[in-house]
């Protein structure tokens, strides 16, 4: 704008005109001057300078940018310790997995133990043999000559009675007591055992019996053999 206006006085003061001002021009120009003086334009137009908030504006934006530059940088900060957690974990995982693998190797680079080896399954049929009904099965580690009776849906004995397990051994014509099984509410027994008196450690299990026996067992078998399951070997 002040380039223009400096054109414009150049352009009037390049120019040449002999004509003379109007007589009354000096006298409106005075006028002018003087009624601005007081206060009132002639045109009765003010020009409204900037008001109070906008001159806030620019402090108000650089306050928001700062805070989200604030938040930005504590975001990053979280997600950057979150992903240094997230590594460690990783990390830690990846030893104890490779430990766990060194571990296996050096128990793999063993004679493997008879006890490992040598956990076998028997199920126990029931006899008479039902469509439906009652379950028995036996787990039997054949090194440690102990093993688990698990039962399911077998009703109570009758009143003075309990369930007694046994077991057959080769070369053993009477089958050697095991204990007396107790049931659960629902039917159902998880029993650890091991063969009673008459055990002999250099024969092998063959089979294994369940029966209905007097109140707290018997040391030779007298009831109805209710299931049995020979051992595979």
């Not at 008001?51 to 930005?72: E, F, H, I, V």
């Not at 940088?73 to 104890?96: P, T, W, Y």
């Amino acid at each position: 704008l002040a380039g223009e206006l400096r054109e414009a006085a150049f352009s009037l003061a390049r120019t040449e005109t002999n004509a003379a001002p109007p007589p009354t021009l000096k006298s409106r120009v005075l006028m002018r001057i003087t009624e601005e003086t007081r206060g009132n334009p002639v045109s009765g137009k003010v020009l409204a300078g900037p008001r109070s908030w906008t001159r806030w504006l620019p402090w108000a934006a650089a306050a928001m940018l700062a805070l989200c530059c604030g938040a930005l940088a504590v975001l990053c900060s979280k997600l950057v310790g979150e992903n240094i957690d997230r590594g460690l974990q990783v990390i830690g995982a990846e030893r104890r997995a490779q430990t766990a693998e060194a571990t296996l190797a050096t128990n793999l680079s063993r004679p493997t133990p008879d006890a490992v080896r040598q956990i076998v399954y028997c199920a126990l049929d029931p006899v008479p043999a039902p469509a439906a009904g009652p379950q028995a099965a036996v787990l039997w580690d054949t090194a440690q000559r102990r093993g688990r009776l698990q039962i399911q849906k077998l009703p109570p004995p009758d009143s003075g009675k309990d369930y007694q397990l046994w077991t057959l051994e080769a070369g053993h014509k009477n089958p050697i007591s095991a204990g007396v099984v107790k049931l659960n509410a629902e039917g159902g027994a998880a029993v650890d055992f091991r063969p009673g008196d008459g055990d002999d450690a250099q024969a092998a299990v063959t089979a294994f019996a369940l029966s209905v026996e007097r109140a707290g067992g018997v040391p030779q078998n007298e009831g109805p053999i209710l299931f049995v399951g020979k051992l595979s070997r």
